[in-house]
């Protein structure tokens, strides 16, 4: 019980941190850098549900990402479409990449699905730049407007402005980690989590595995096609290169950093994946090295992430007072 209180304390005192943040941010790129974390935070959650609950690593979060991107980009940019119907339509789109992919890949398993799906990516990656007609290949599409304003309770909420798009990438983060809770405490969170112990017995049982497992791969598209629009259209500059699989393996840090198969964890590996190579410019010249060291200890040290490190930190100082 103690844990779990610790556990939705420090997501509450997150809240209001990030609620607030614009109003304590005084330099406009931190604010930035905030809206590129929310964003990486909804990738992060939906990695989470294939890697975290159901223990198979994708190496297609950015694939998807860029697809949902490019979906919404193309759909406003030639279509006409407003912003609004555009982005409702990305993850829509990635997820119906993602049944048409996901059913022969999920006949795999462990090291196979791994490089089945990062062979999507590339293969995504590779439409991306190639077909530049409609995607303008390298040199990319320009002038992707923002969401189109409204009016809450006579007030104009106008998104050319960091702050009022902060606000929304916070909503969709928020959204994408209740959607993530409400499976992990429903009965397919439950199958998921079995999956990952023992999938064979999960078999065994008479459960149709591949279906839930399924469920998990497409959800988890869906939220990478949601962040790829919420980032095309803040950027306003679409071009193939941050969906690559380099960004995807920068989703699996993600999780493994803040704590697989937790909710909070991929919140918090989202932020340092962001936040980290900012802190490292200082030393440029050695900045990779230094980053790609500290990955490698955190993982080793800390294989189950930081939030579980916190969480029990916090029971035992809470214990030592209580002991007092």
């Given at each position: ?49 294939v ?35 555009s ?32 062979a ?33 309770l ?20 928020v959204l ?43 959800l ?8 790829g ?67 490698v ?28």
């Amino acid at each position: 019980m103690s844990t779990a209180k610790a556990t939705y304390g420090w997501a509450l005192l997150s809240l209001m941190a990030l609620v607030l943040a614009p109003a304590m941010v005084q330099v406009p790129y931190f604010l930035h850098l905030g809206i590129l974390a929310l964003i990486w935070m909804i990738v992060a959650q939906g990695q989470n549900l294939v890697q975290g609950f159901t223990g198979y690593v994708s190496i297609a979060a950015a694939g998807f990402m860029g697809v949902g991107a490019y979906a919404s980009t193309l759909l406003t940019a030639k279509l006409g479409w407003p912003v609004w119907t555009s982005m409702a339509c990305a993850p829509l789109v990635a997820g119906l990449l993602a049944v048409v992919v996901g059913y022969p890949s999920l006949r795999v398993k462990g090291h196979y699905f791994a490089i089945v799906t990062m062979a999507y990516n590339l293969v995504i990656f590779i439409v991306l730049i190639n077909f530049s007609s409609l995607t303008g290949g390298e040199s990319g599409i320009t002038g992707i407007p923002k969401p189109e304003n409204f009016s809450v309770l006579g007030l104009i909420v106008n998104f050319e402005t960091r702050t009022a798009y902060y606000y929304l990438t916070l909503i969709f983060a928020v959204l994408a980690t209740t959607v993530c809770g409400l499976v992990l405490h429903s009965r397919v969170g439950r199958v998921l989590l079995a999956i990952r112990q023992n999938e064979p017995l999960v078999d065994a049982a008479g459960v149709f595995a591949w279906r839930y497992k399924m469920f998990a791969f497409v959800l988890s598209a869906a939220l990478c096609g949601v962040a790829g629009a919420l980032y095309a259209h803040f950027i306003g500059f679409l071009n193939p290169e941050p969906f690559g699989v380099d960004q995807s393996l920068n989703a699996i840090l993600a999780v493994i950093l803040g704590g697989s198969g937790t909710l909070a964890g991929p919140a918090v590996g989202a932020f340092l994946v962001v936040a980290l190579p900012e802190v490292l410019r200082v030393a440029e010249t050695y900045r990779l090295i230094v980053y790609g060291l500290l990955l490698v200890l955190t993982t080793i040290f800390m294989p189950r992430g930081i939030i579980p490190l916190l969480t029990h930190a916090w029971v035992w100082l809470t214990s030592l007072f209580k002991r007092r």
